[in-house]
């Protein structure tokens, strides 16, 4: 990964020689360079200038880049296309790359490309790019290869010496039966040590793991990360095998549904283009629903103080803890949010473990609050006496073993509620600890400090 | 991935035997599954059962369910251990798996196990067990299988048939001069796909990427991440090959560090440990800095209450839409901090992209800001009438602009000053943005009732 400086150099030197329409300096500027940092430079080009930079270099290295391009740019390099030239870079790309670049196509796009494909090669992307997303079958590819059961260790290598330049991914073969059903598999690396004349089901391992077709992507990837695999059969619902998902392909989906749940639990709504390109429209939709959600839900933190308005106006002086007060209880809140947010969905902590986290939660939380009164009571002592410090040490550690109650259980709730538990998020979990800290705080005050209250 | 209930289902039946001492059953049950359930099932078993469910298995399977055992369940089962036992698993682990190990046992278990060792195994797990946490040479291994580059395809393939019982990853093999320093690398495909005469230097990859042994293991794992790479070797400062760090560890790092961040954004400290089987001192450890931190913070939201109390004092109203309008400009910052948190954490944005992230912004939070103004207004206007109701969604537009921009440009800042973007919690951002209400809030309150003020 070359650093910003060297990957702005790299782009200005190039610029500069399409600028004097002289290509050589840039054939041996962009010839070192590995295909996912080509990527990079020709996004920032011009869509005319990055075809001169892509037409230096072989056709297979042409794919691979355009397999490493964003959407925006994958589509926009197609439209300025010559047909028979965006034919050859499709047939070289990875079968789940060009299904996912087919599917970003406009219909004209896809008309347009479609008869330069032989015909293989076009029933291929129809029908990867058929699979509903977010499944297996919208990550799998078909570069895989299979060997039938009856042949021998010798046969196979021969086999998959014919077909290995075609497939992507020949580290494991897939040994299927007449119906293409998956019955086992084999590492490239076992061929290679046994005897030619071995027949392959005695090589070959027998509880091959698989996925249905249907399957969502974040539990595919979690099981290729789970069990360190390098591909993850798909099935059909027959068991015959129609796919991998690669561990590349599921490290992507992991990250993604990473930021997916970083956002969530930042209230924001997933975006399906990247951070740094989303225009301010996308934004500003991805971002009101829960900011407007969630001042109607701060108006109960106001209900709440209308309702105490004598006490306040008798003891001004207590509004100068309250944004302390209630911004603790949700901080704490926030806290064992966040936890079981991430625990739940990395699988560490299951629905089940919510008794046990729970009666730790209020232990921890217990703590915490005498803590965080203990500094803030010598405050309300200077403040405003020993009452008021009374009042604030007290609410204090009544909010935030409220707050963290709160913000701990309410992700096992969502997850019970067959809702995403990212929904916890920070801001939702701190509103509602505002109104319980407001009411708490305003209560114990006019119970203390008004004689009769 | 099992679900819970087979997973319960399968250890109730494994304890049942084990309890009647009818091995048998337990045999059975095991044999099937997959080393990652199997460590799952050993760590809910005492020591003594757990041994005896290991023993069952043949010693590759043991040592790779041992590698799947997680810190607490290894050193448990190790302190159980008789010394020969131990040794032979050991020595049957993956090489980076049994340093890991190594690392956490403690002097005395170290010294009973390494004479069980052979003197290379000994080397190997002390070498590797010495780089510092964190970096390349803490997560690689040194299965990996080198070649001359003077020798042909077929010498190449016949060196790698009498390594690769002992290499877990040879389908690719590197290629290194006389002093081990790495020249290019070949993939076991190309290797059989070419003629057996062939030198290895017509058939190797030259521009091999590499990192260096003391390189963060966060960049190294991006890189194997962006590169869609099986393994990424490791060199010393000679450029001398000394181990790789393979796909599957790399995903492991990446998840780690989106588990380290997100639990950072959450004002949670960096835990060692996994959430389920962390204990109440260990959280309330990680949690209590930021939250007292953070209360002191608040003070400067009390304090600037206390020097508006005169305004409170004659509108005690307007203490109603306090929460409400100091939480929603936190929100909105904190929205803006998860973006650029995880968009610098993921390269998705660099430092260098601050400029344009504020022009856009600032213009989203315009729109936000005026958004929730028009919600709010309609309150005031309803419990204060229409002067509360400007003061209110005039403030409402300024906090939420104000608490945008400081989420969004308080990561750029940590980064700038070569700390953790994540750093820029919501709850900090929040407690940033509160102080900012307060103070705009009644200025503008103060300004526009108290005549004169």
């Known amino acids: 990964m070359p650093d910003d400086a060297s990957r702005d150099a790299l782009s200005t030197a190039v610029r500069t020689s399409l600028e004097r329409s002289d290509l050589d300096p840039v054939h041996a ?19 005319d200038q990055a075809w001169q930079v892509l037409l230096l270099l072989p056709v297979d290295i042409q794919a691979e880049v355009f397999g490493y391009l964003d959407a925006e740019a994958q589509t926009e390099l197609a439209r300025h296309a010559k047909r028979p030239r965006l034919a050859a870079i499709v047939t070289a790309m990875n079968a789940d790359e060009r299904a996912d670049l087919y599917n970003k196509l406009t219909e004209a796009q896809r008309e347009a490309l479609m008869p330069g494909l032989a015909q293989a090669e076009r029933e291929d992307i129809r029908r990867l790019a058929s699979y509903p997303k977010d499944t297996a079958g919208s990550i799998m590819t078909s570069d895989y290869a299979t060997l039938p059961a ?87 619902a027959d068991d015959r095998i129609i796919g991998i998902v690669t561990h590349d392909d599921a490290m992507d989906v992991l990250q993604e549904e990473a930021t997916e749940d970083f956002h969530k639990v930042g209230t924001i709504g997933k975006l399906e283009q ?94 915490l609050g005498a803590t965080m009164a203990v500094a803030v009571s010598a405050i309300g002592v200077v403040r405003g006496g020993p009452e008021i410090a009374v009042v604030v040490a007290l609410t204090m550690v009544l909010v935030v073993i409220v707050g963290s109650l709160v913000g701990m259980s309410l992700p096992f709730l969502l997850r019970r509620l067959n809702m995403d538990p990212a929904t916890a998020s920070a801001p939702l979990v701190t509103s509602i600890a505002d109104v319980a800290g407001v009411v708490i705080y305003f209560a114990i005050a006019t119970r203390i400090l008004l004689p009769g209250g």
Do not use: C
């Open 274 to 367: 990247n951070v740094r390109d989303a225009g301010i429209s996308l934004l500003y939709r991805k971002r009101v629903a829960w900011l407007v959600l969630l001042v109607f839900g701060n108006l109960f933190s106001g209900a709440g103080i209308a309702f105490y308005e004598d006490t306040i106006a008798a003891f001004v002086g207590l509004v100068f803890f309250l944004p302390l007060l209630i911004a603790s209880g949700g901080n704490a809140g926030a806290q064992a949010a966040t936890l079981m947010v991430r625990a739940l969905a990395t699988g560490e902590v299951v629905l089940r473990d919510w008794g046990r986290m729970l009666g730790r939660e209020l232990l921890v939380a217990g703590a």
């Open 150 to 236: 009856e042949i021998s260790v010798g046969e196979a290598l021969h086999r998959l010496r014919r077909e290995a330049p075609d497939k992507e991914t020949i580290y494991r073969a897939y040994v299927v039966d007449d119906e293409r059903r998956l019955i086992g598999s084999v590492r490239l690396q076992e061929l290679i040590l046994a005897e030619p004349a071995t027949p392959i089901d005695r090589v070959m391992e027998r509880n091959v793991l698989a996925v249905k077709v249907d399957e969502d992507q974040e539990v595919v990837a979690r099981k290729v990360a789970r069990y360190d695999m390098l591909a993850l059969p798909v099935v059909d």
């Open 29 to 47: 500027l962009v010839g070192e360079e590995h295909p996912a940092d080509l990527a990079l430079l020709l996004e920032e080009l011009e869509p």
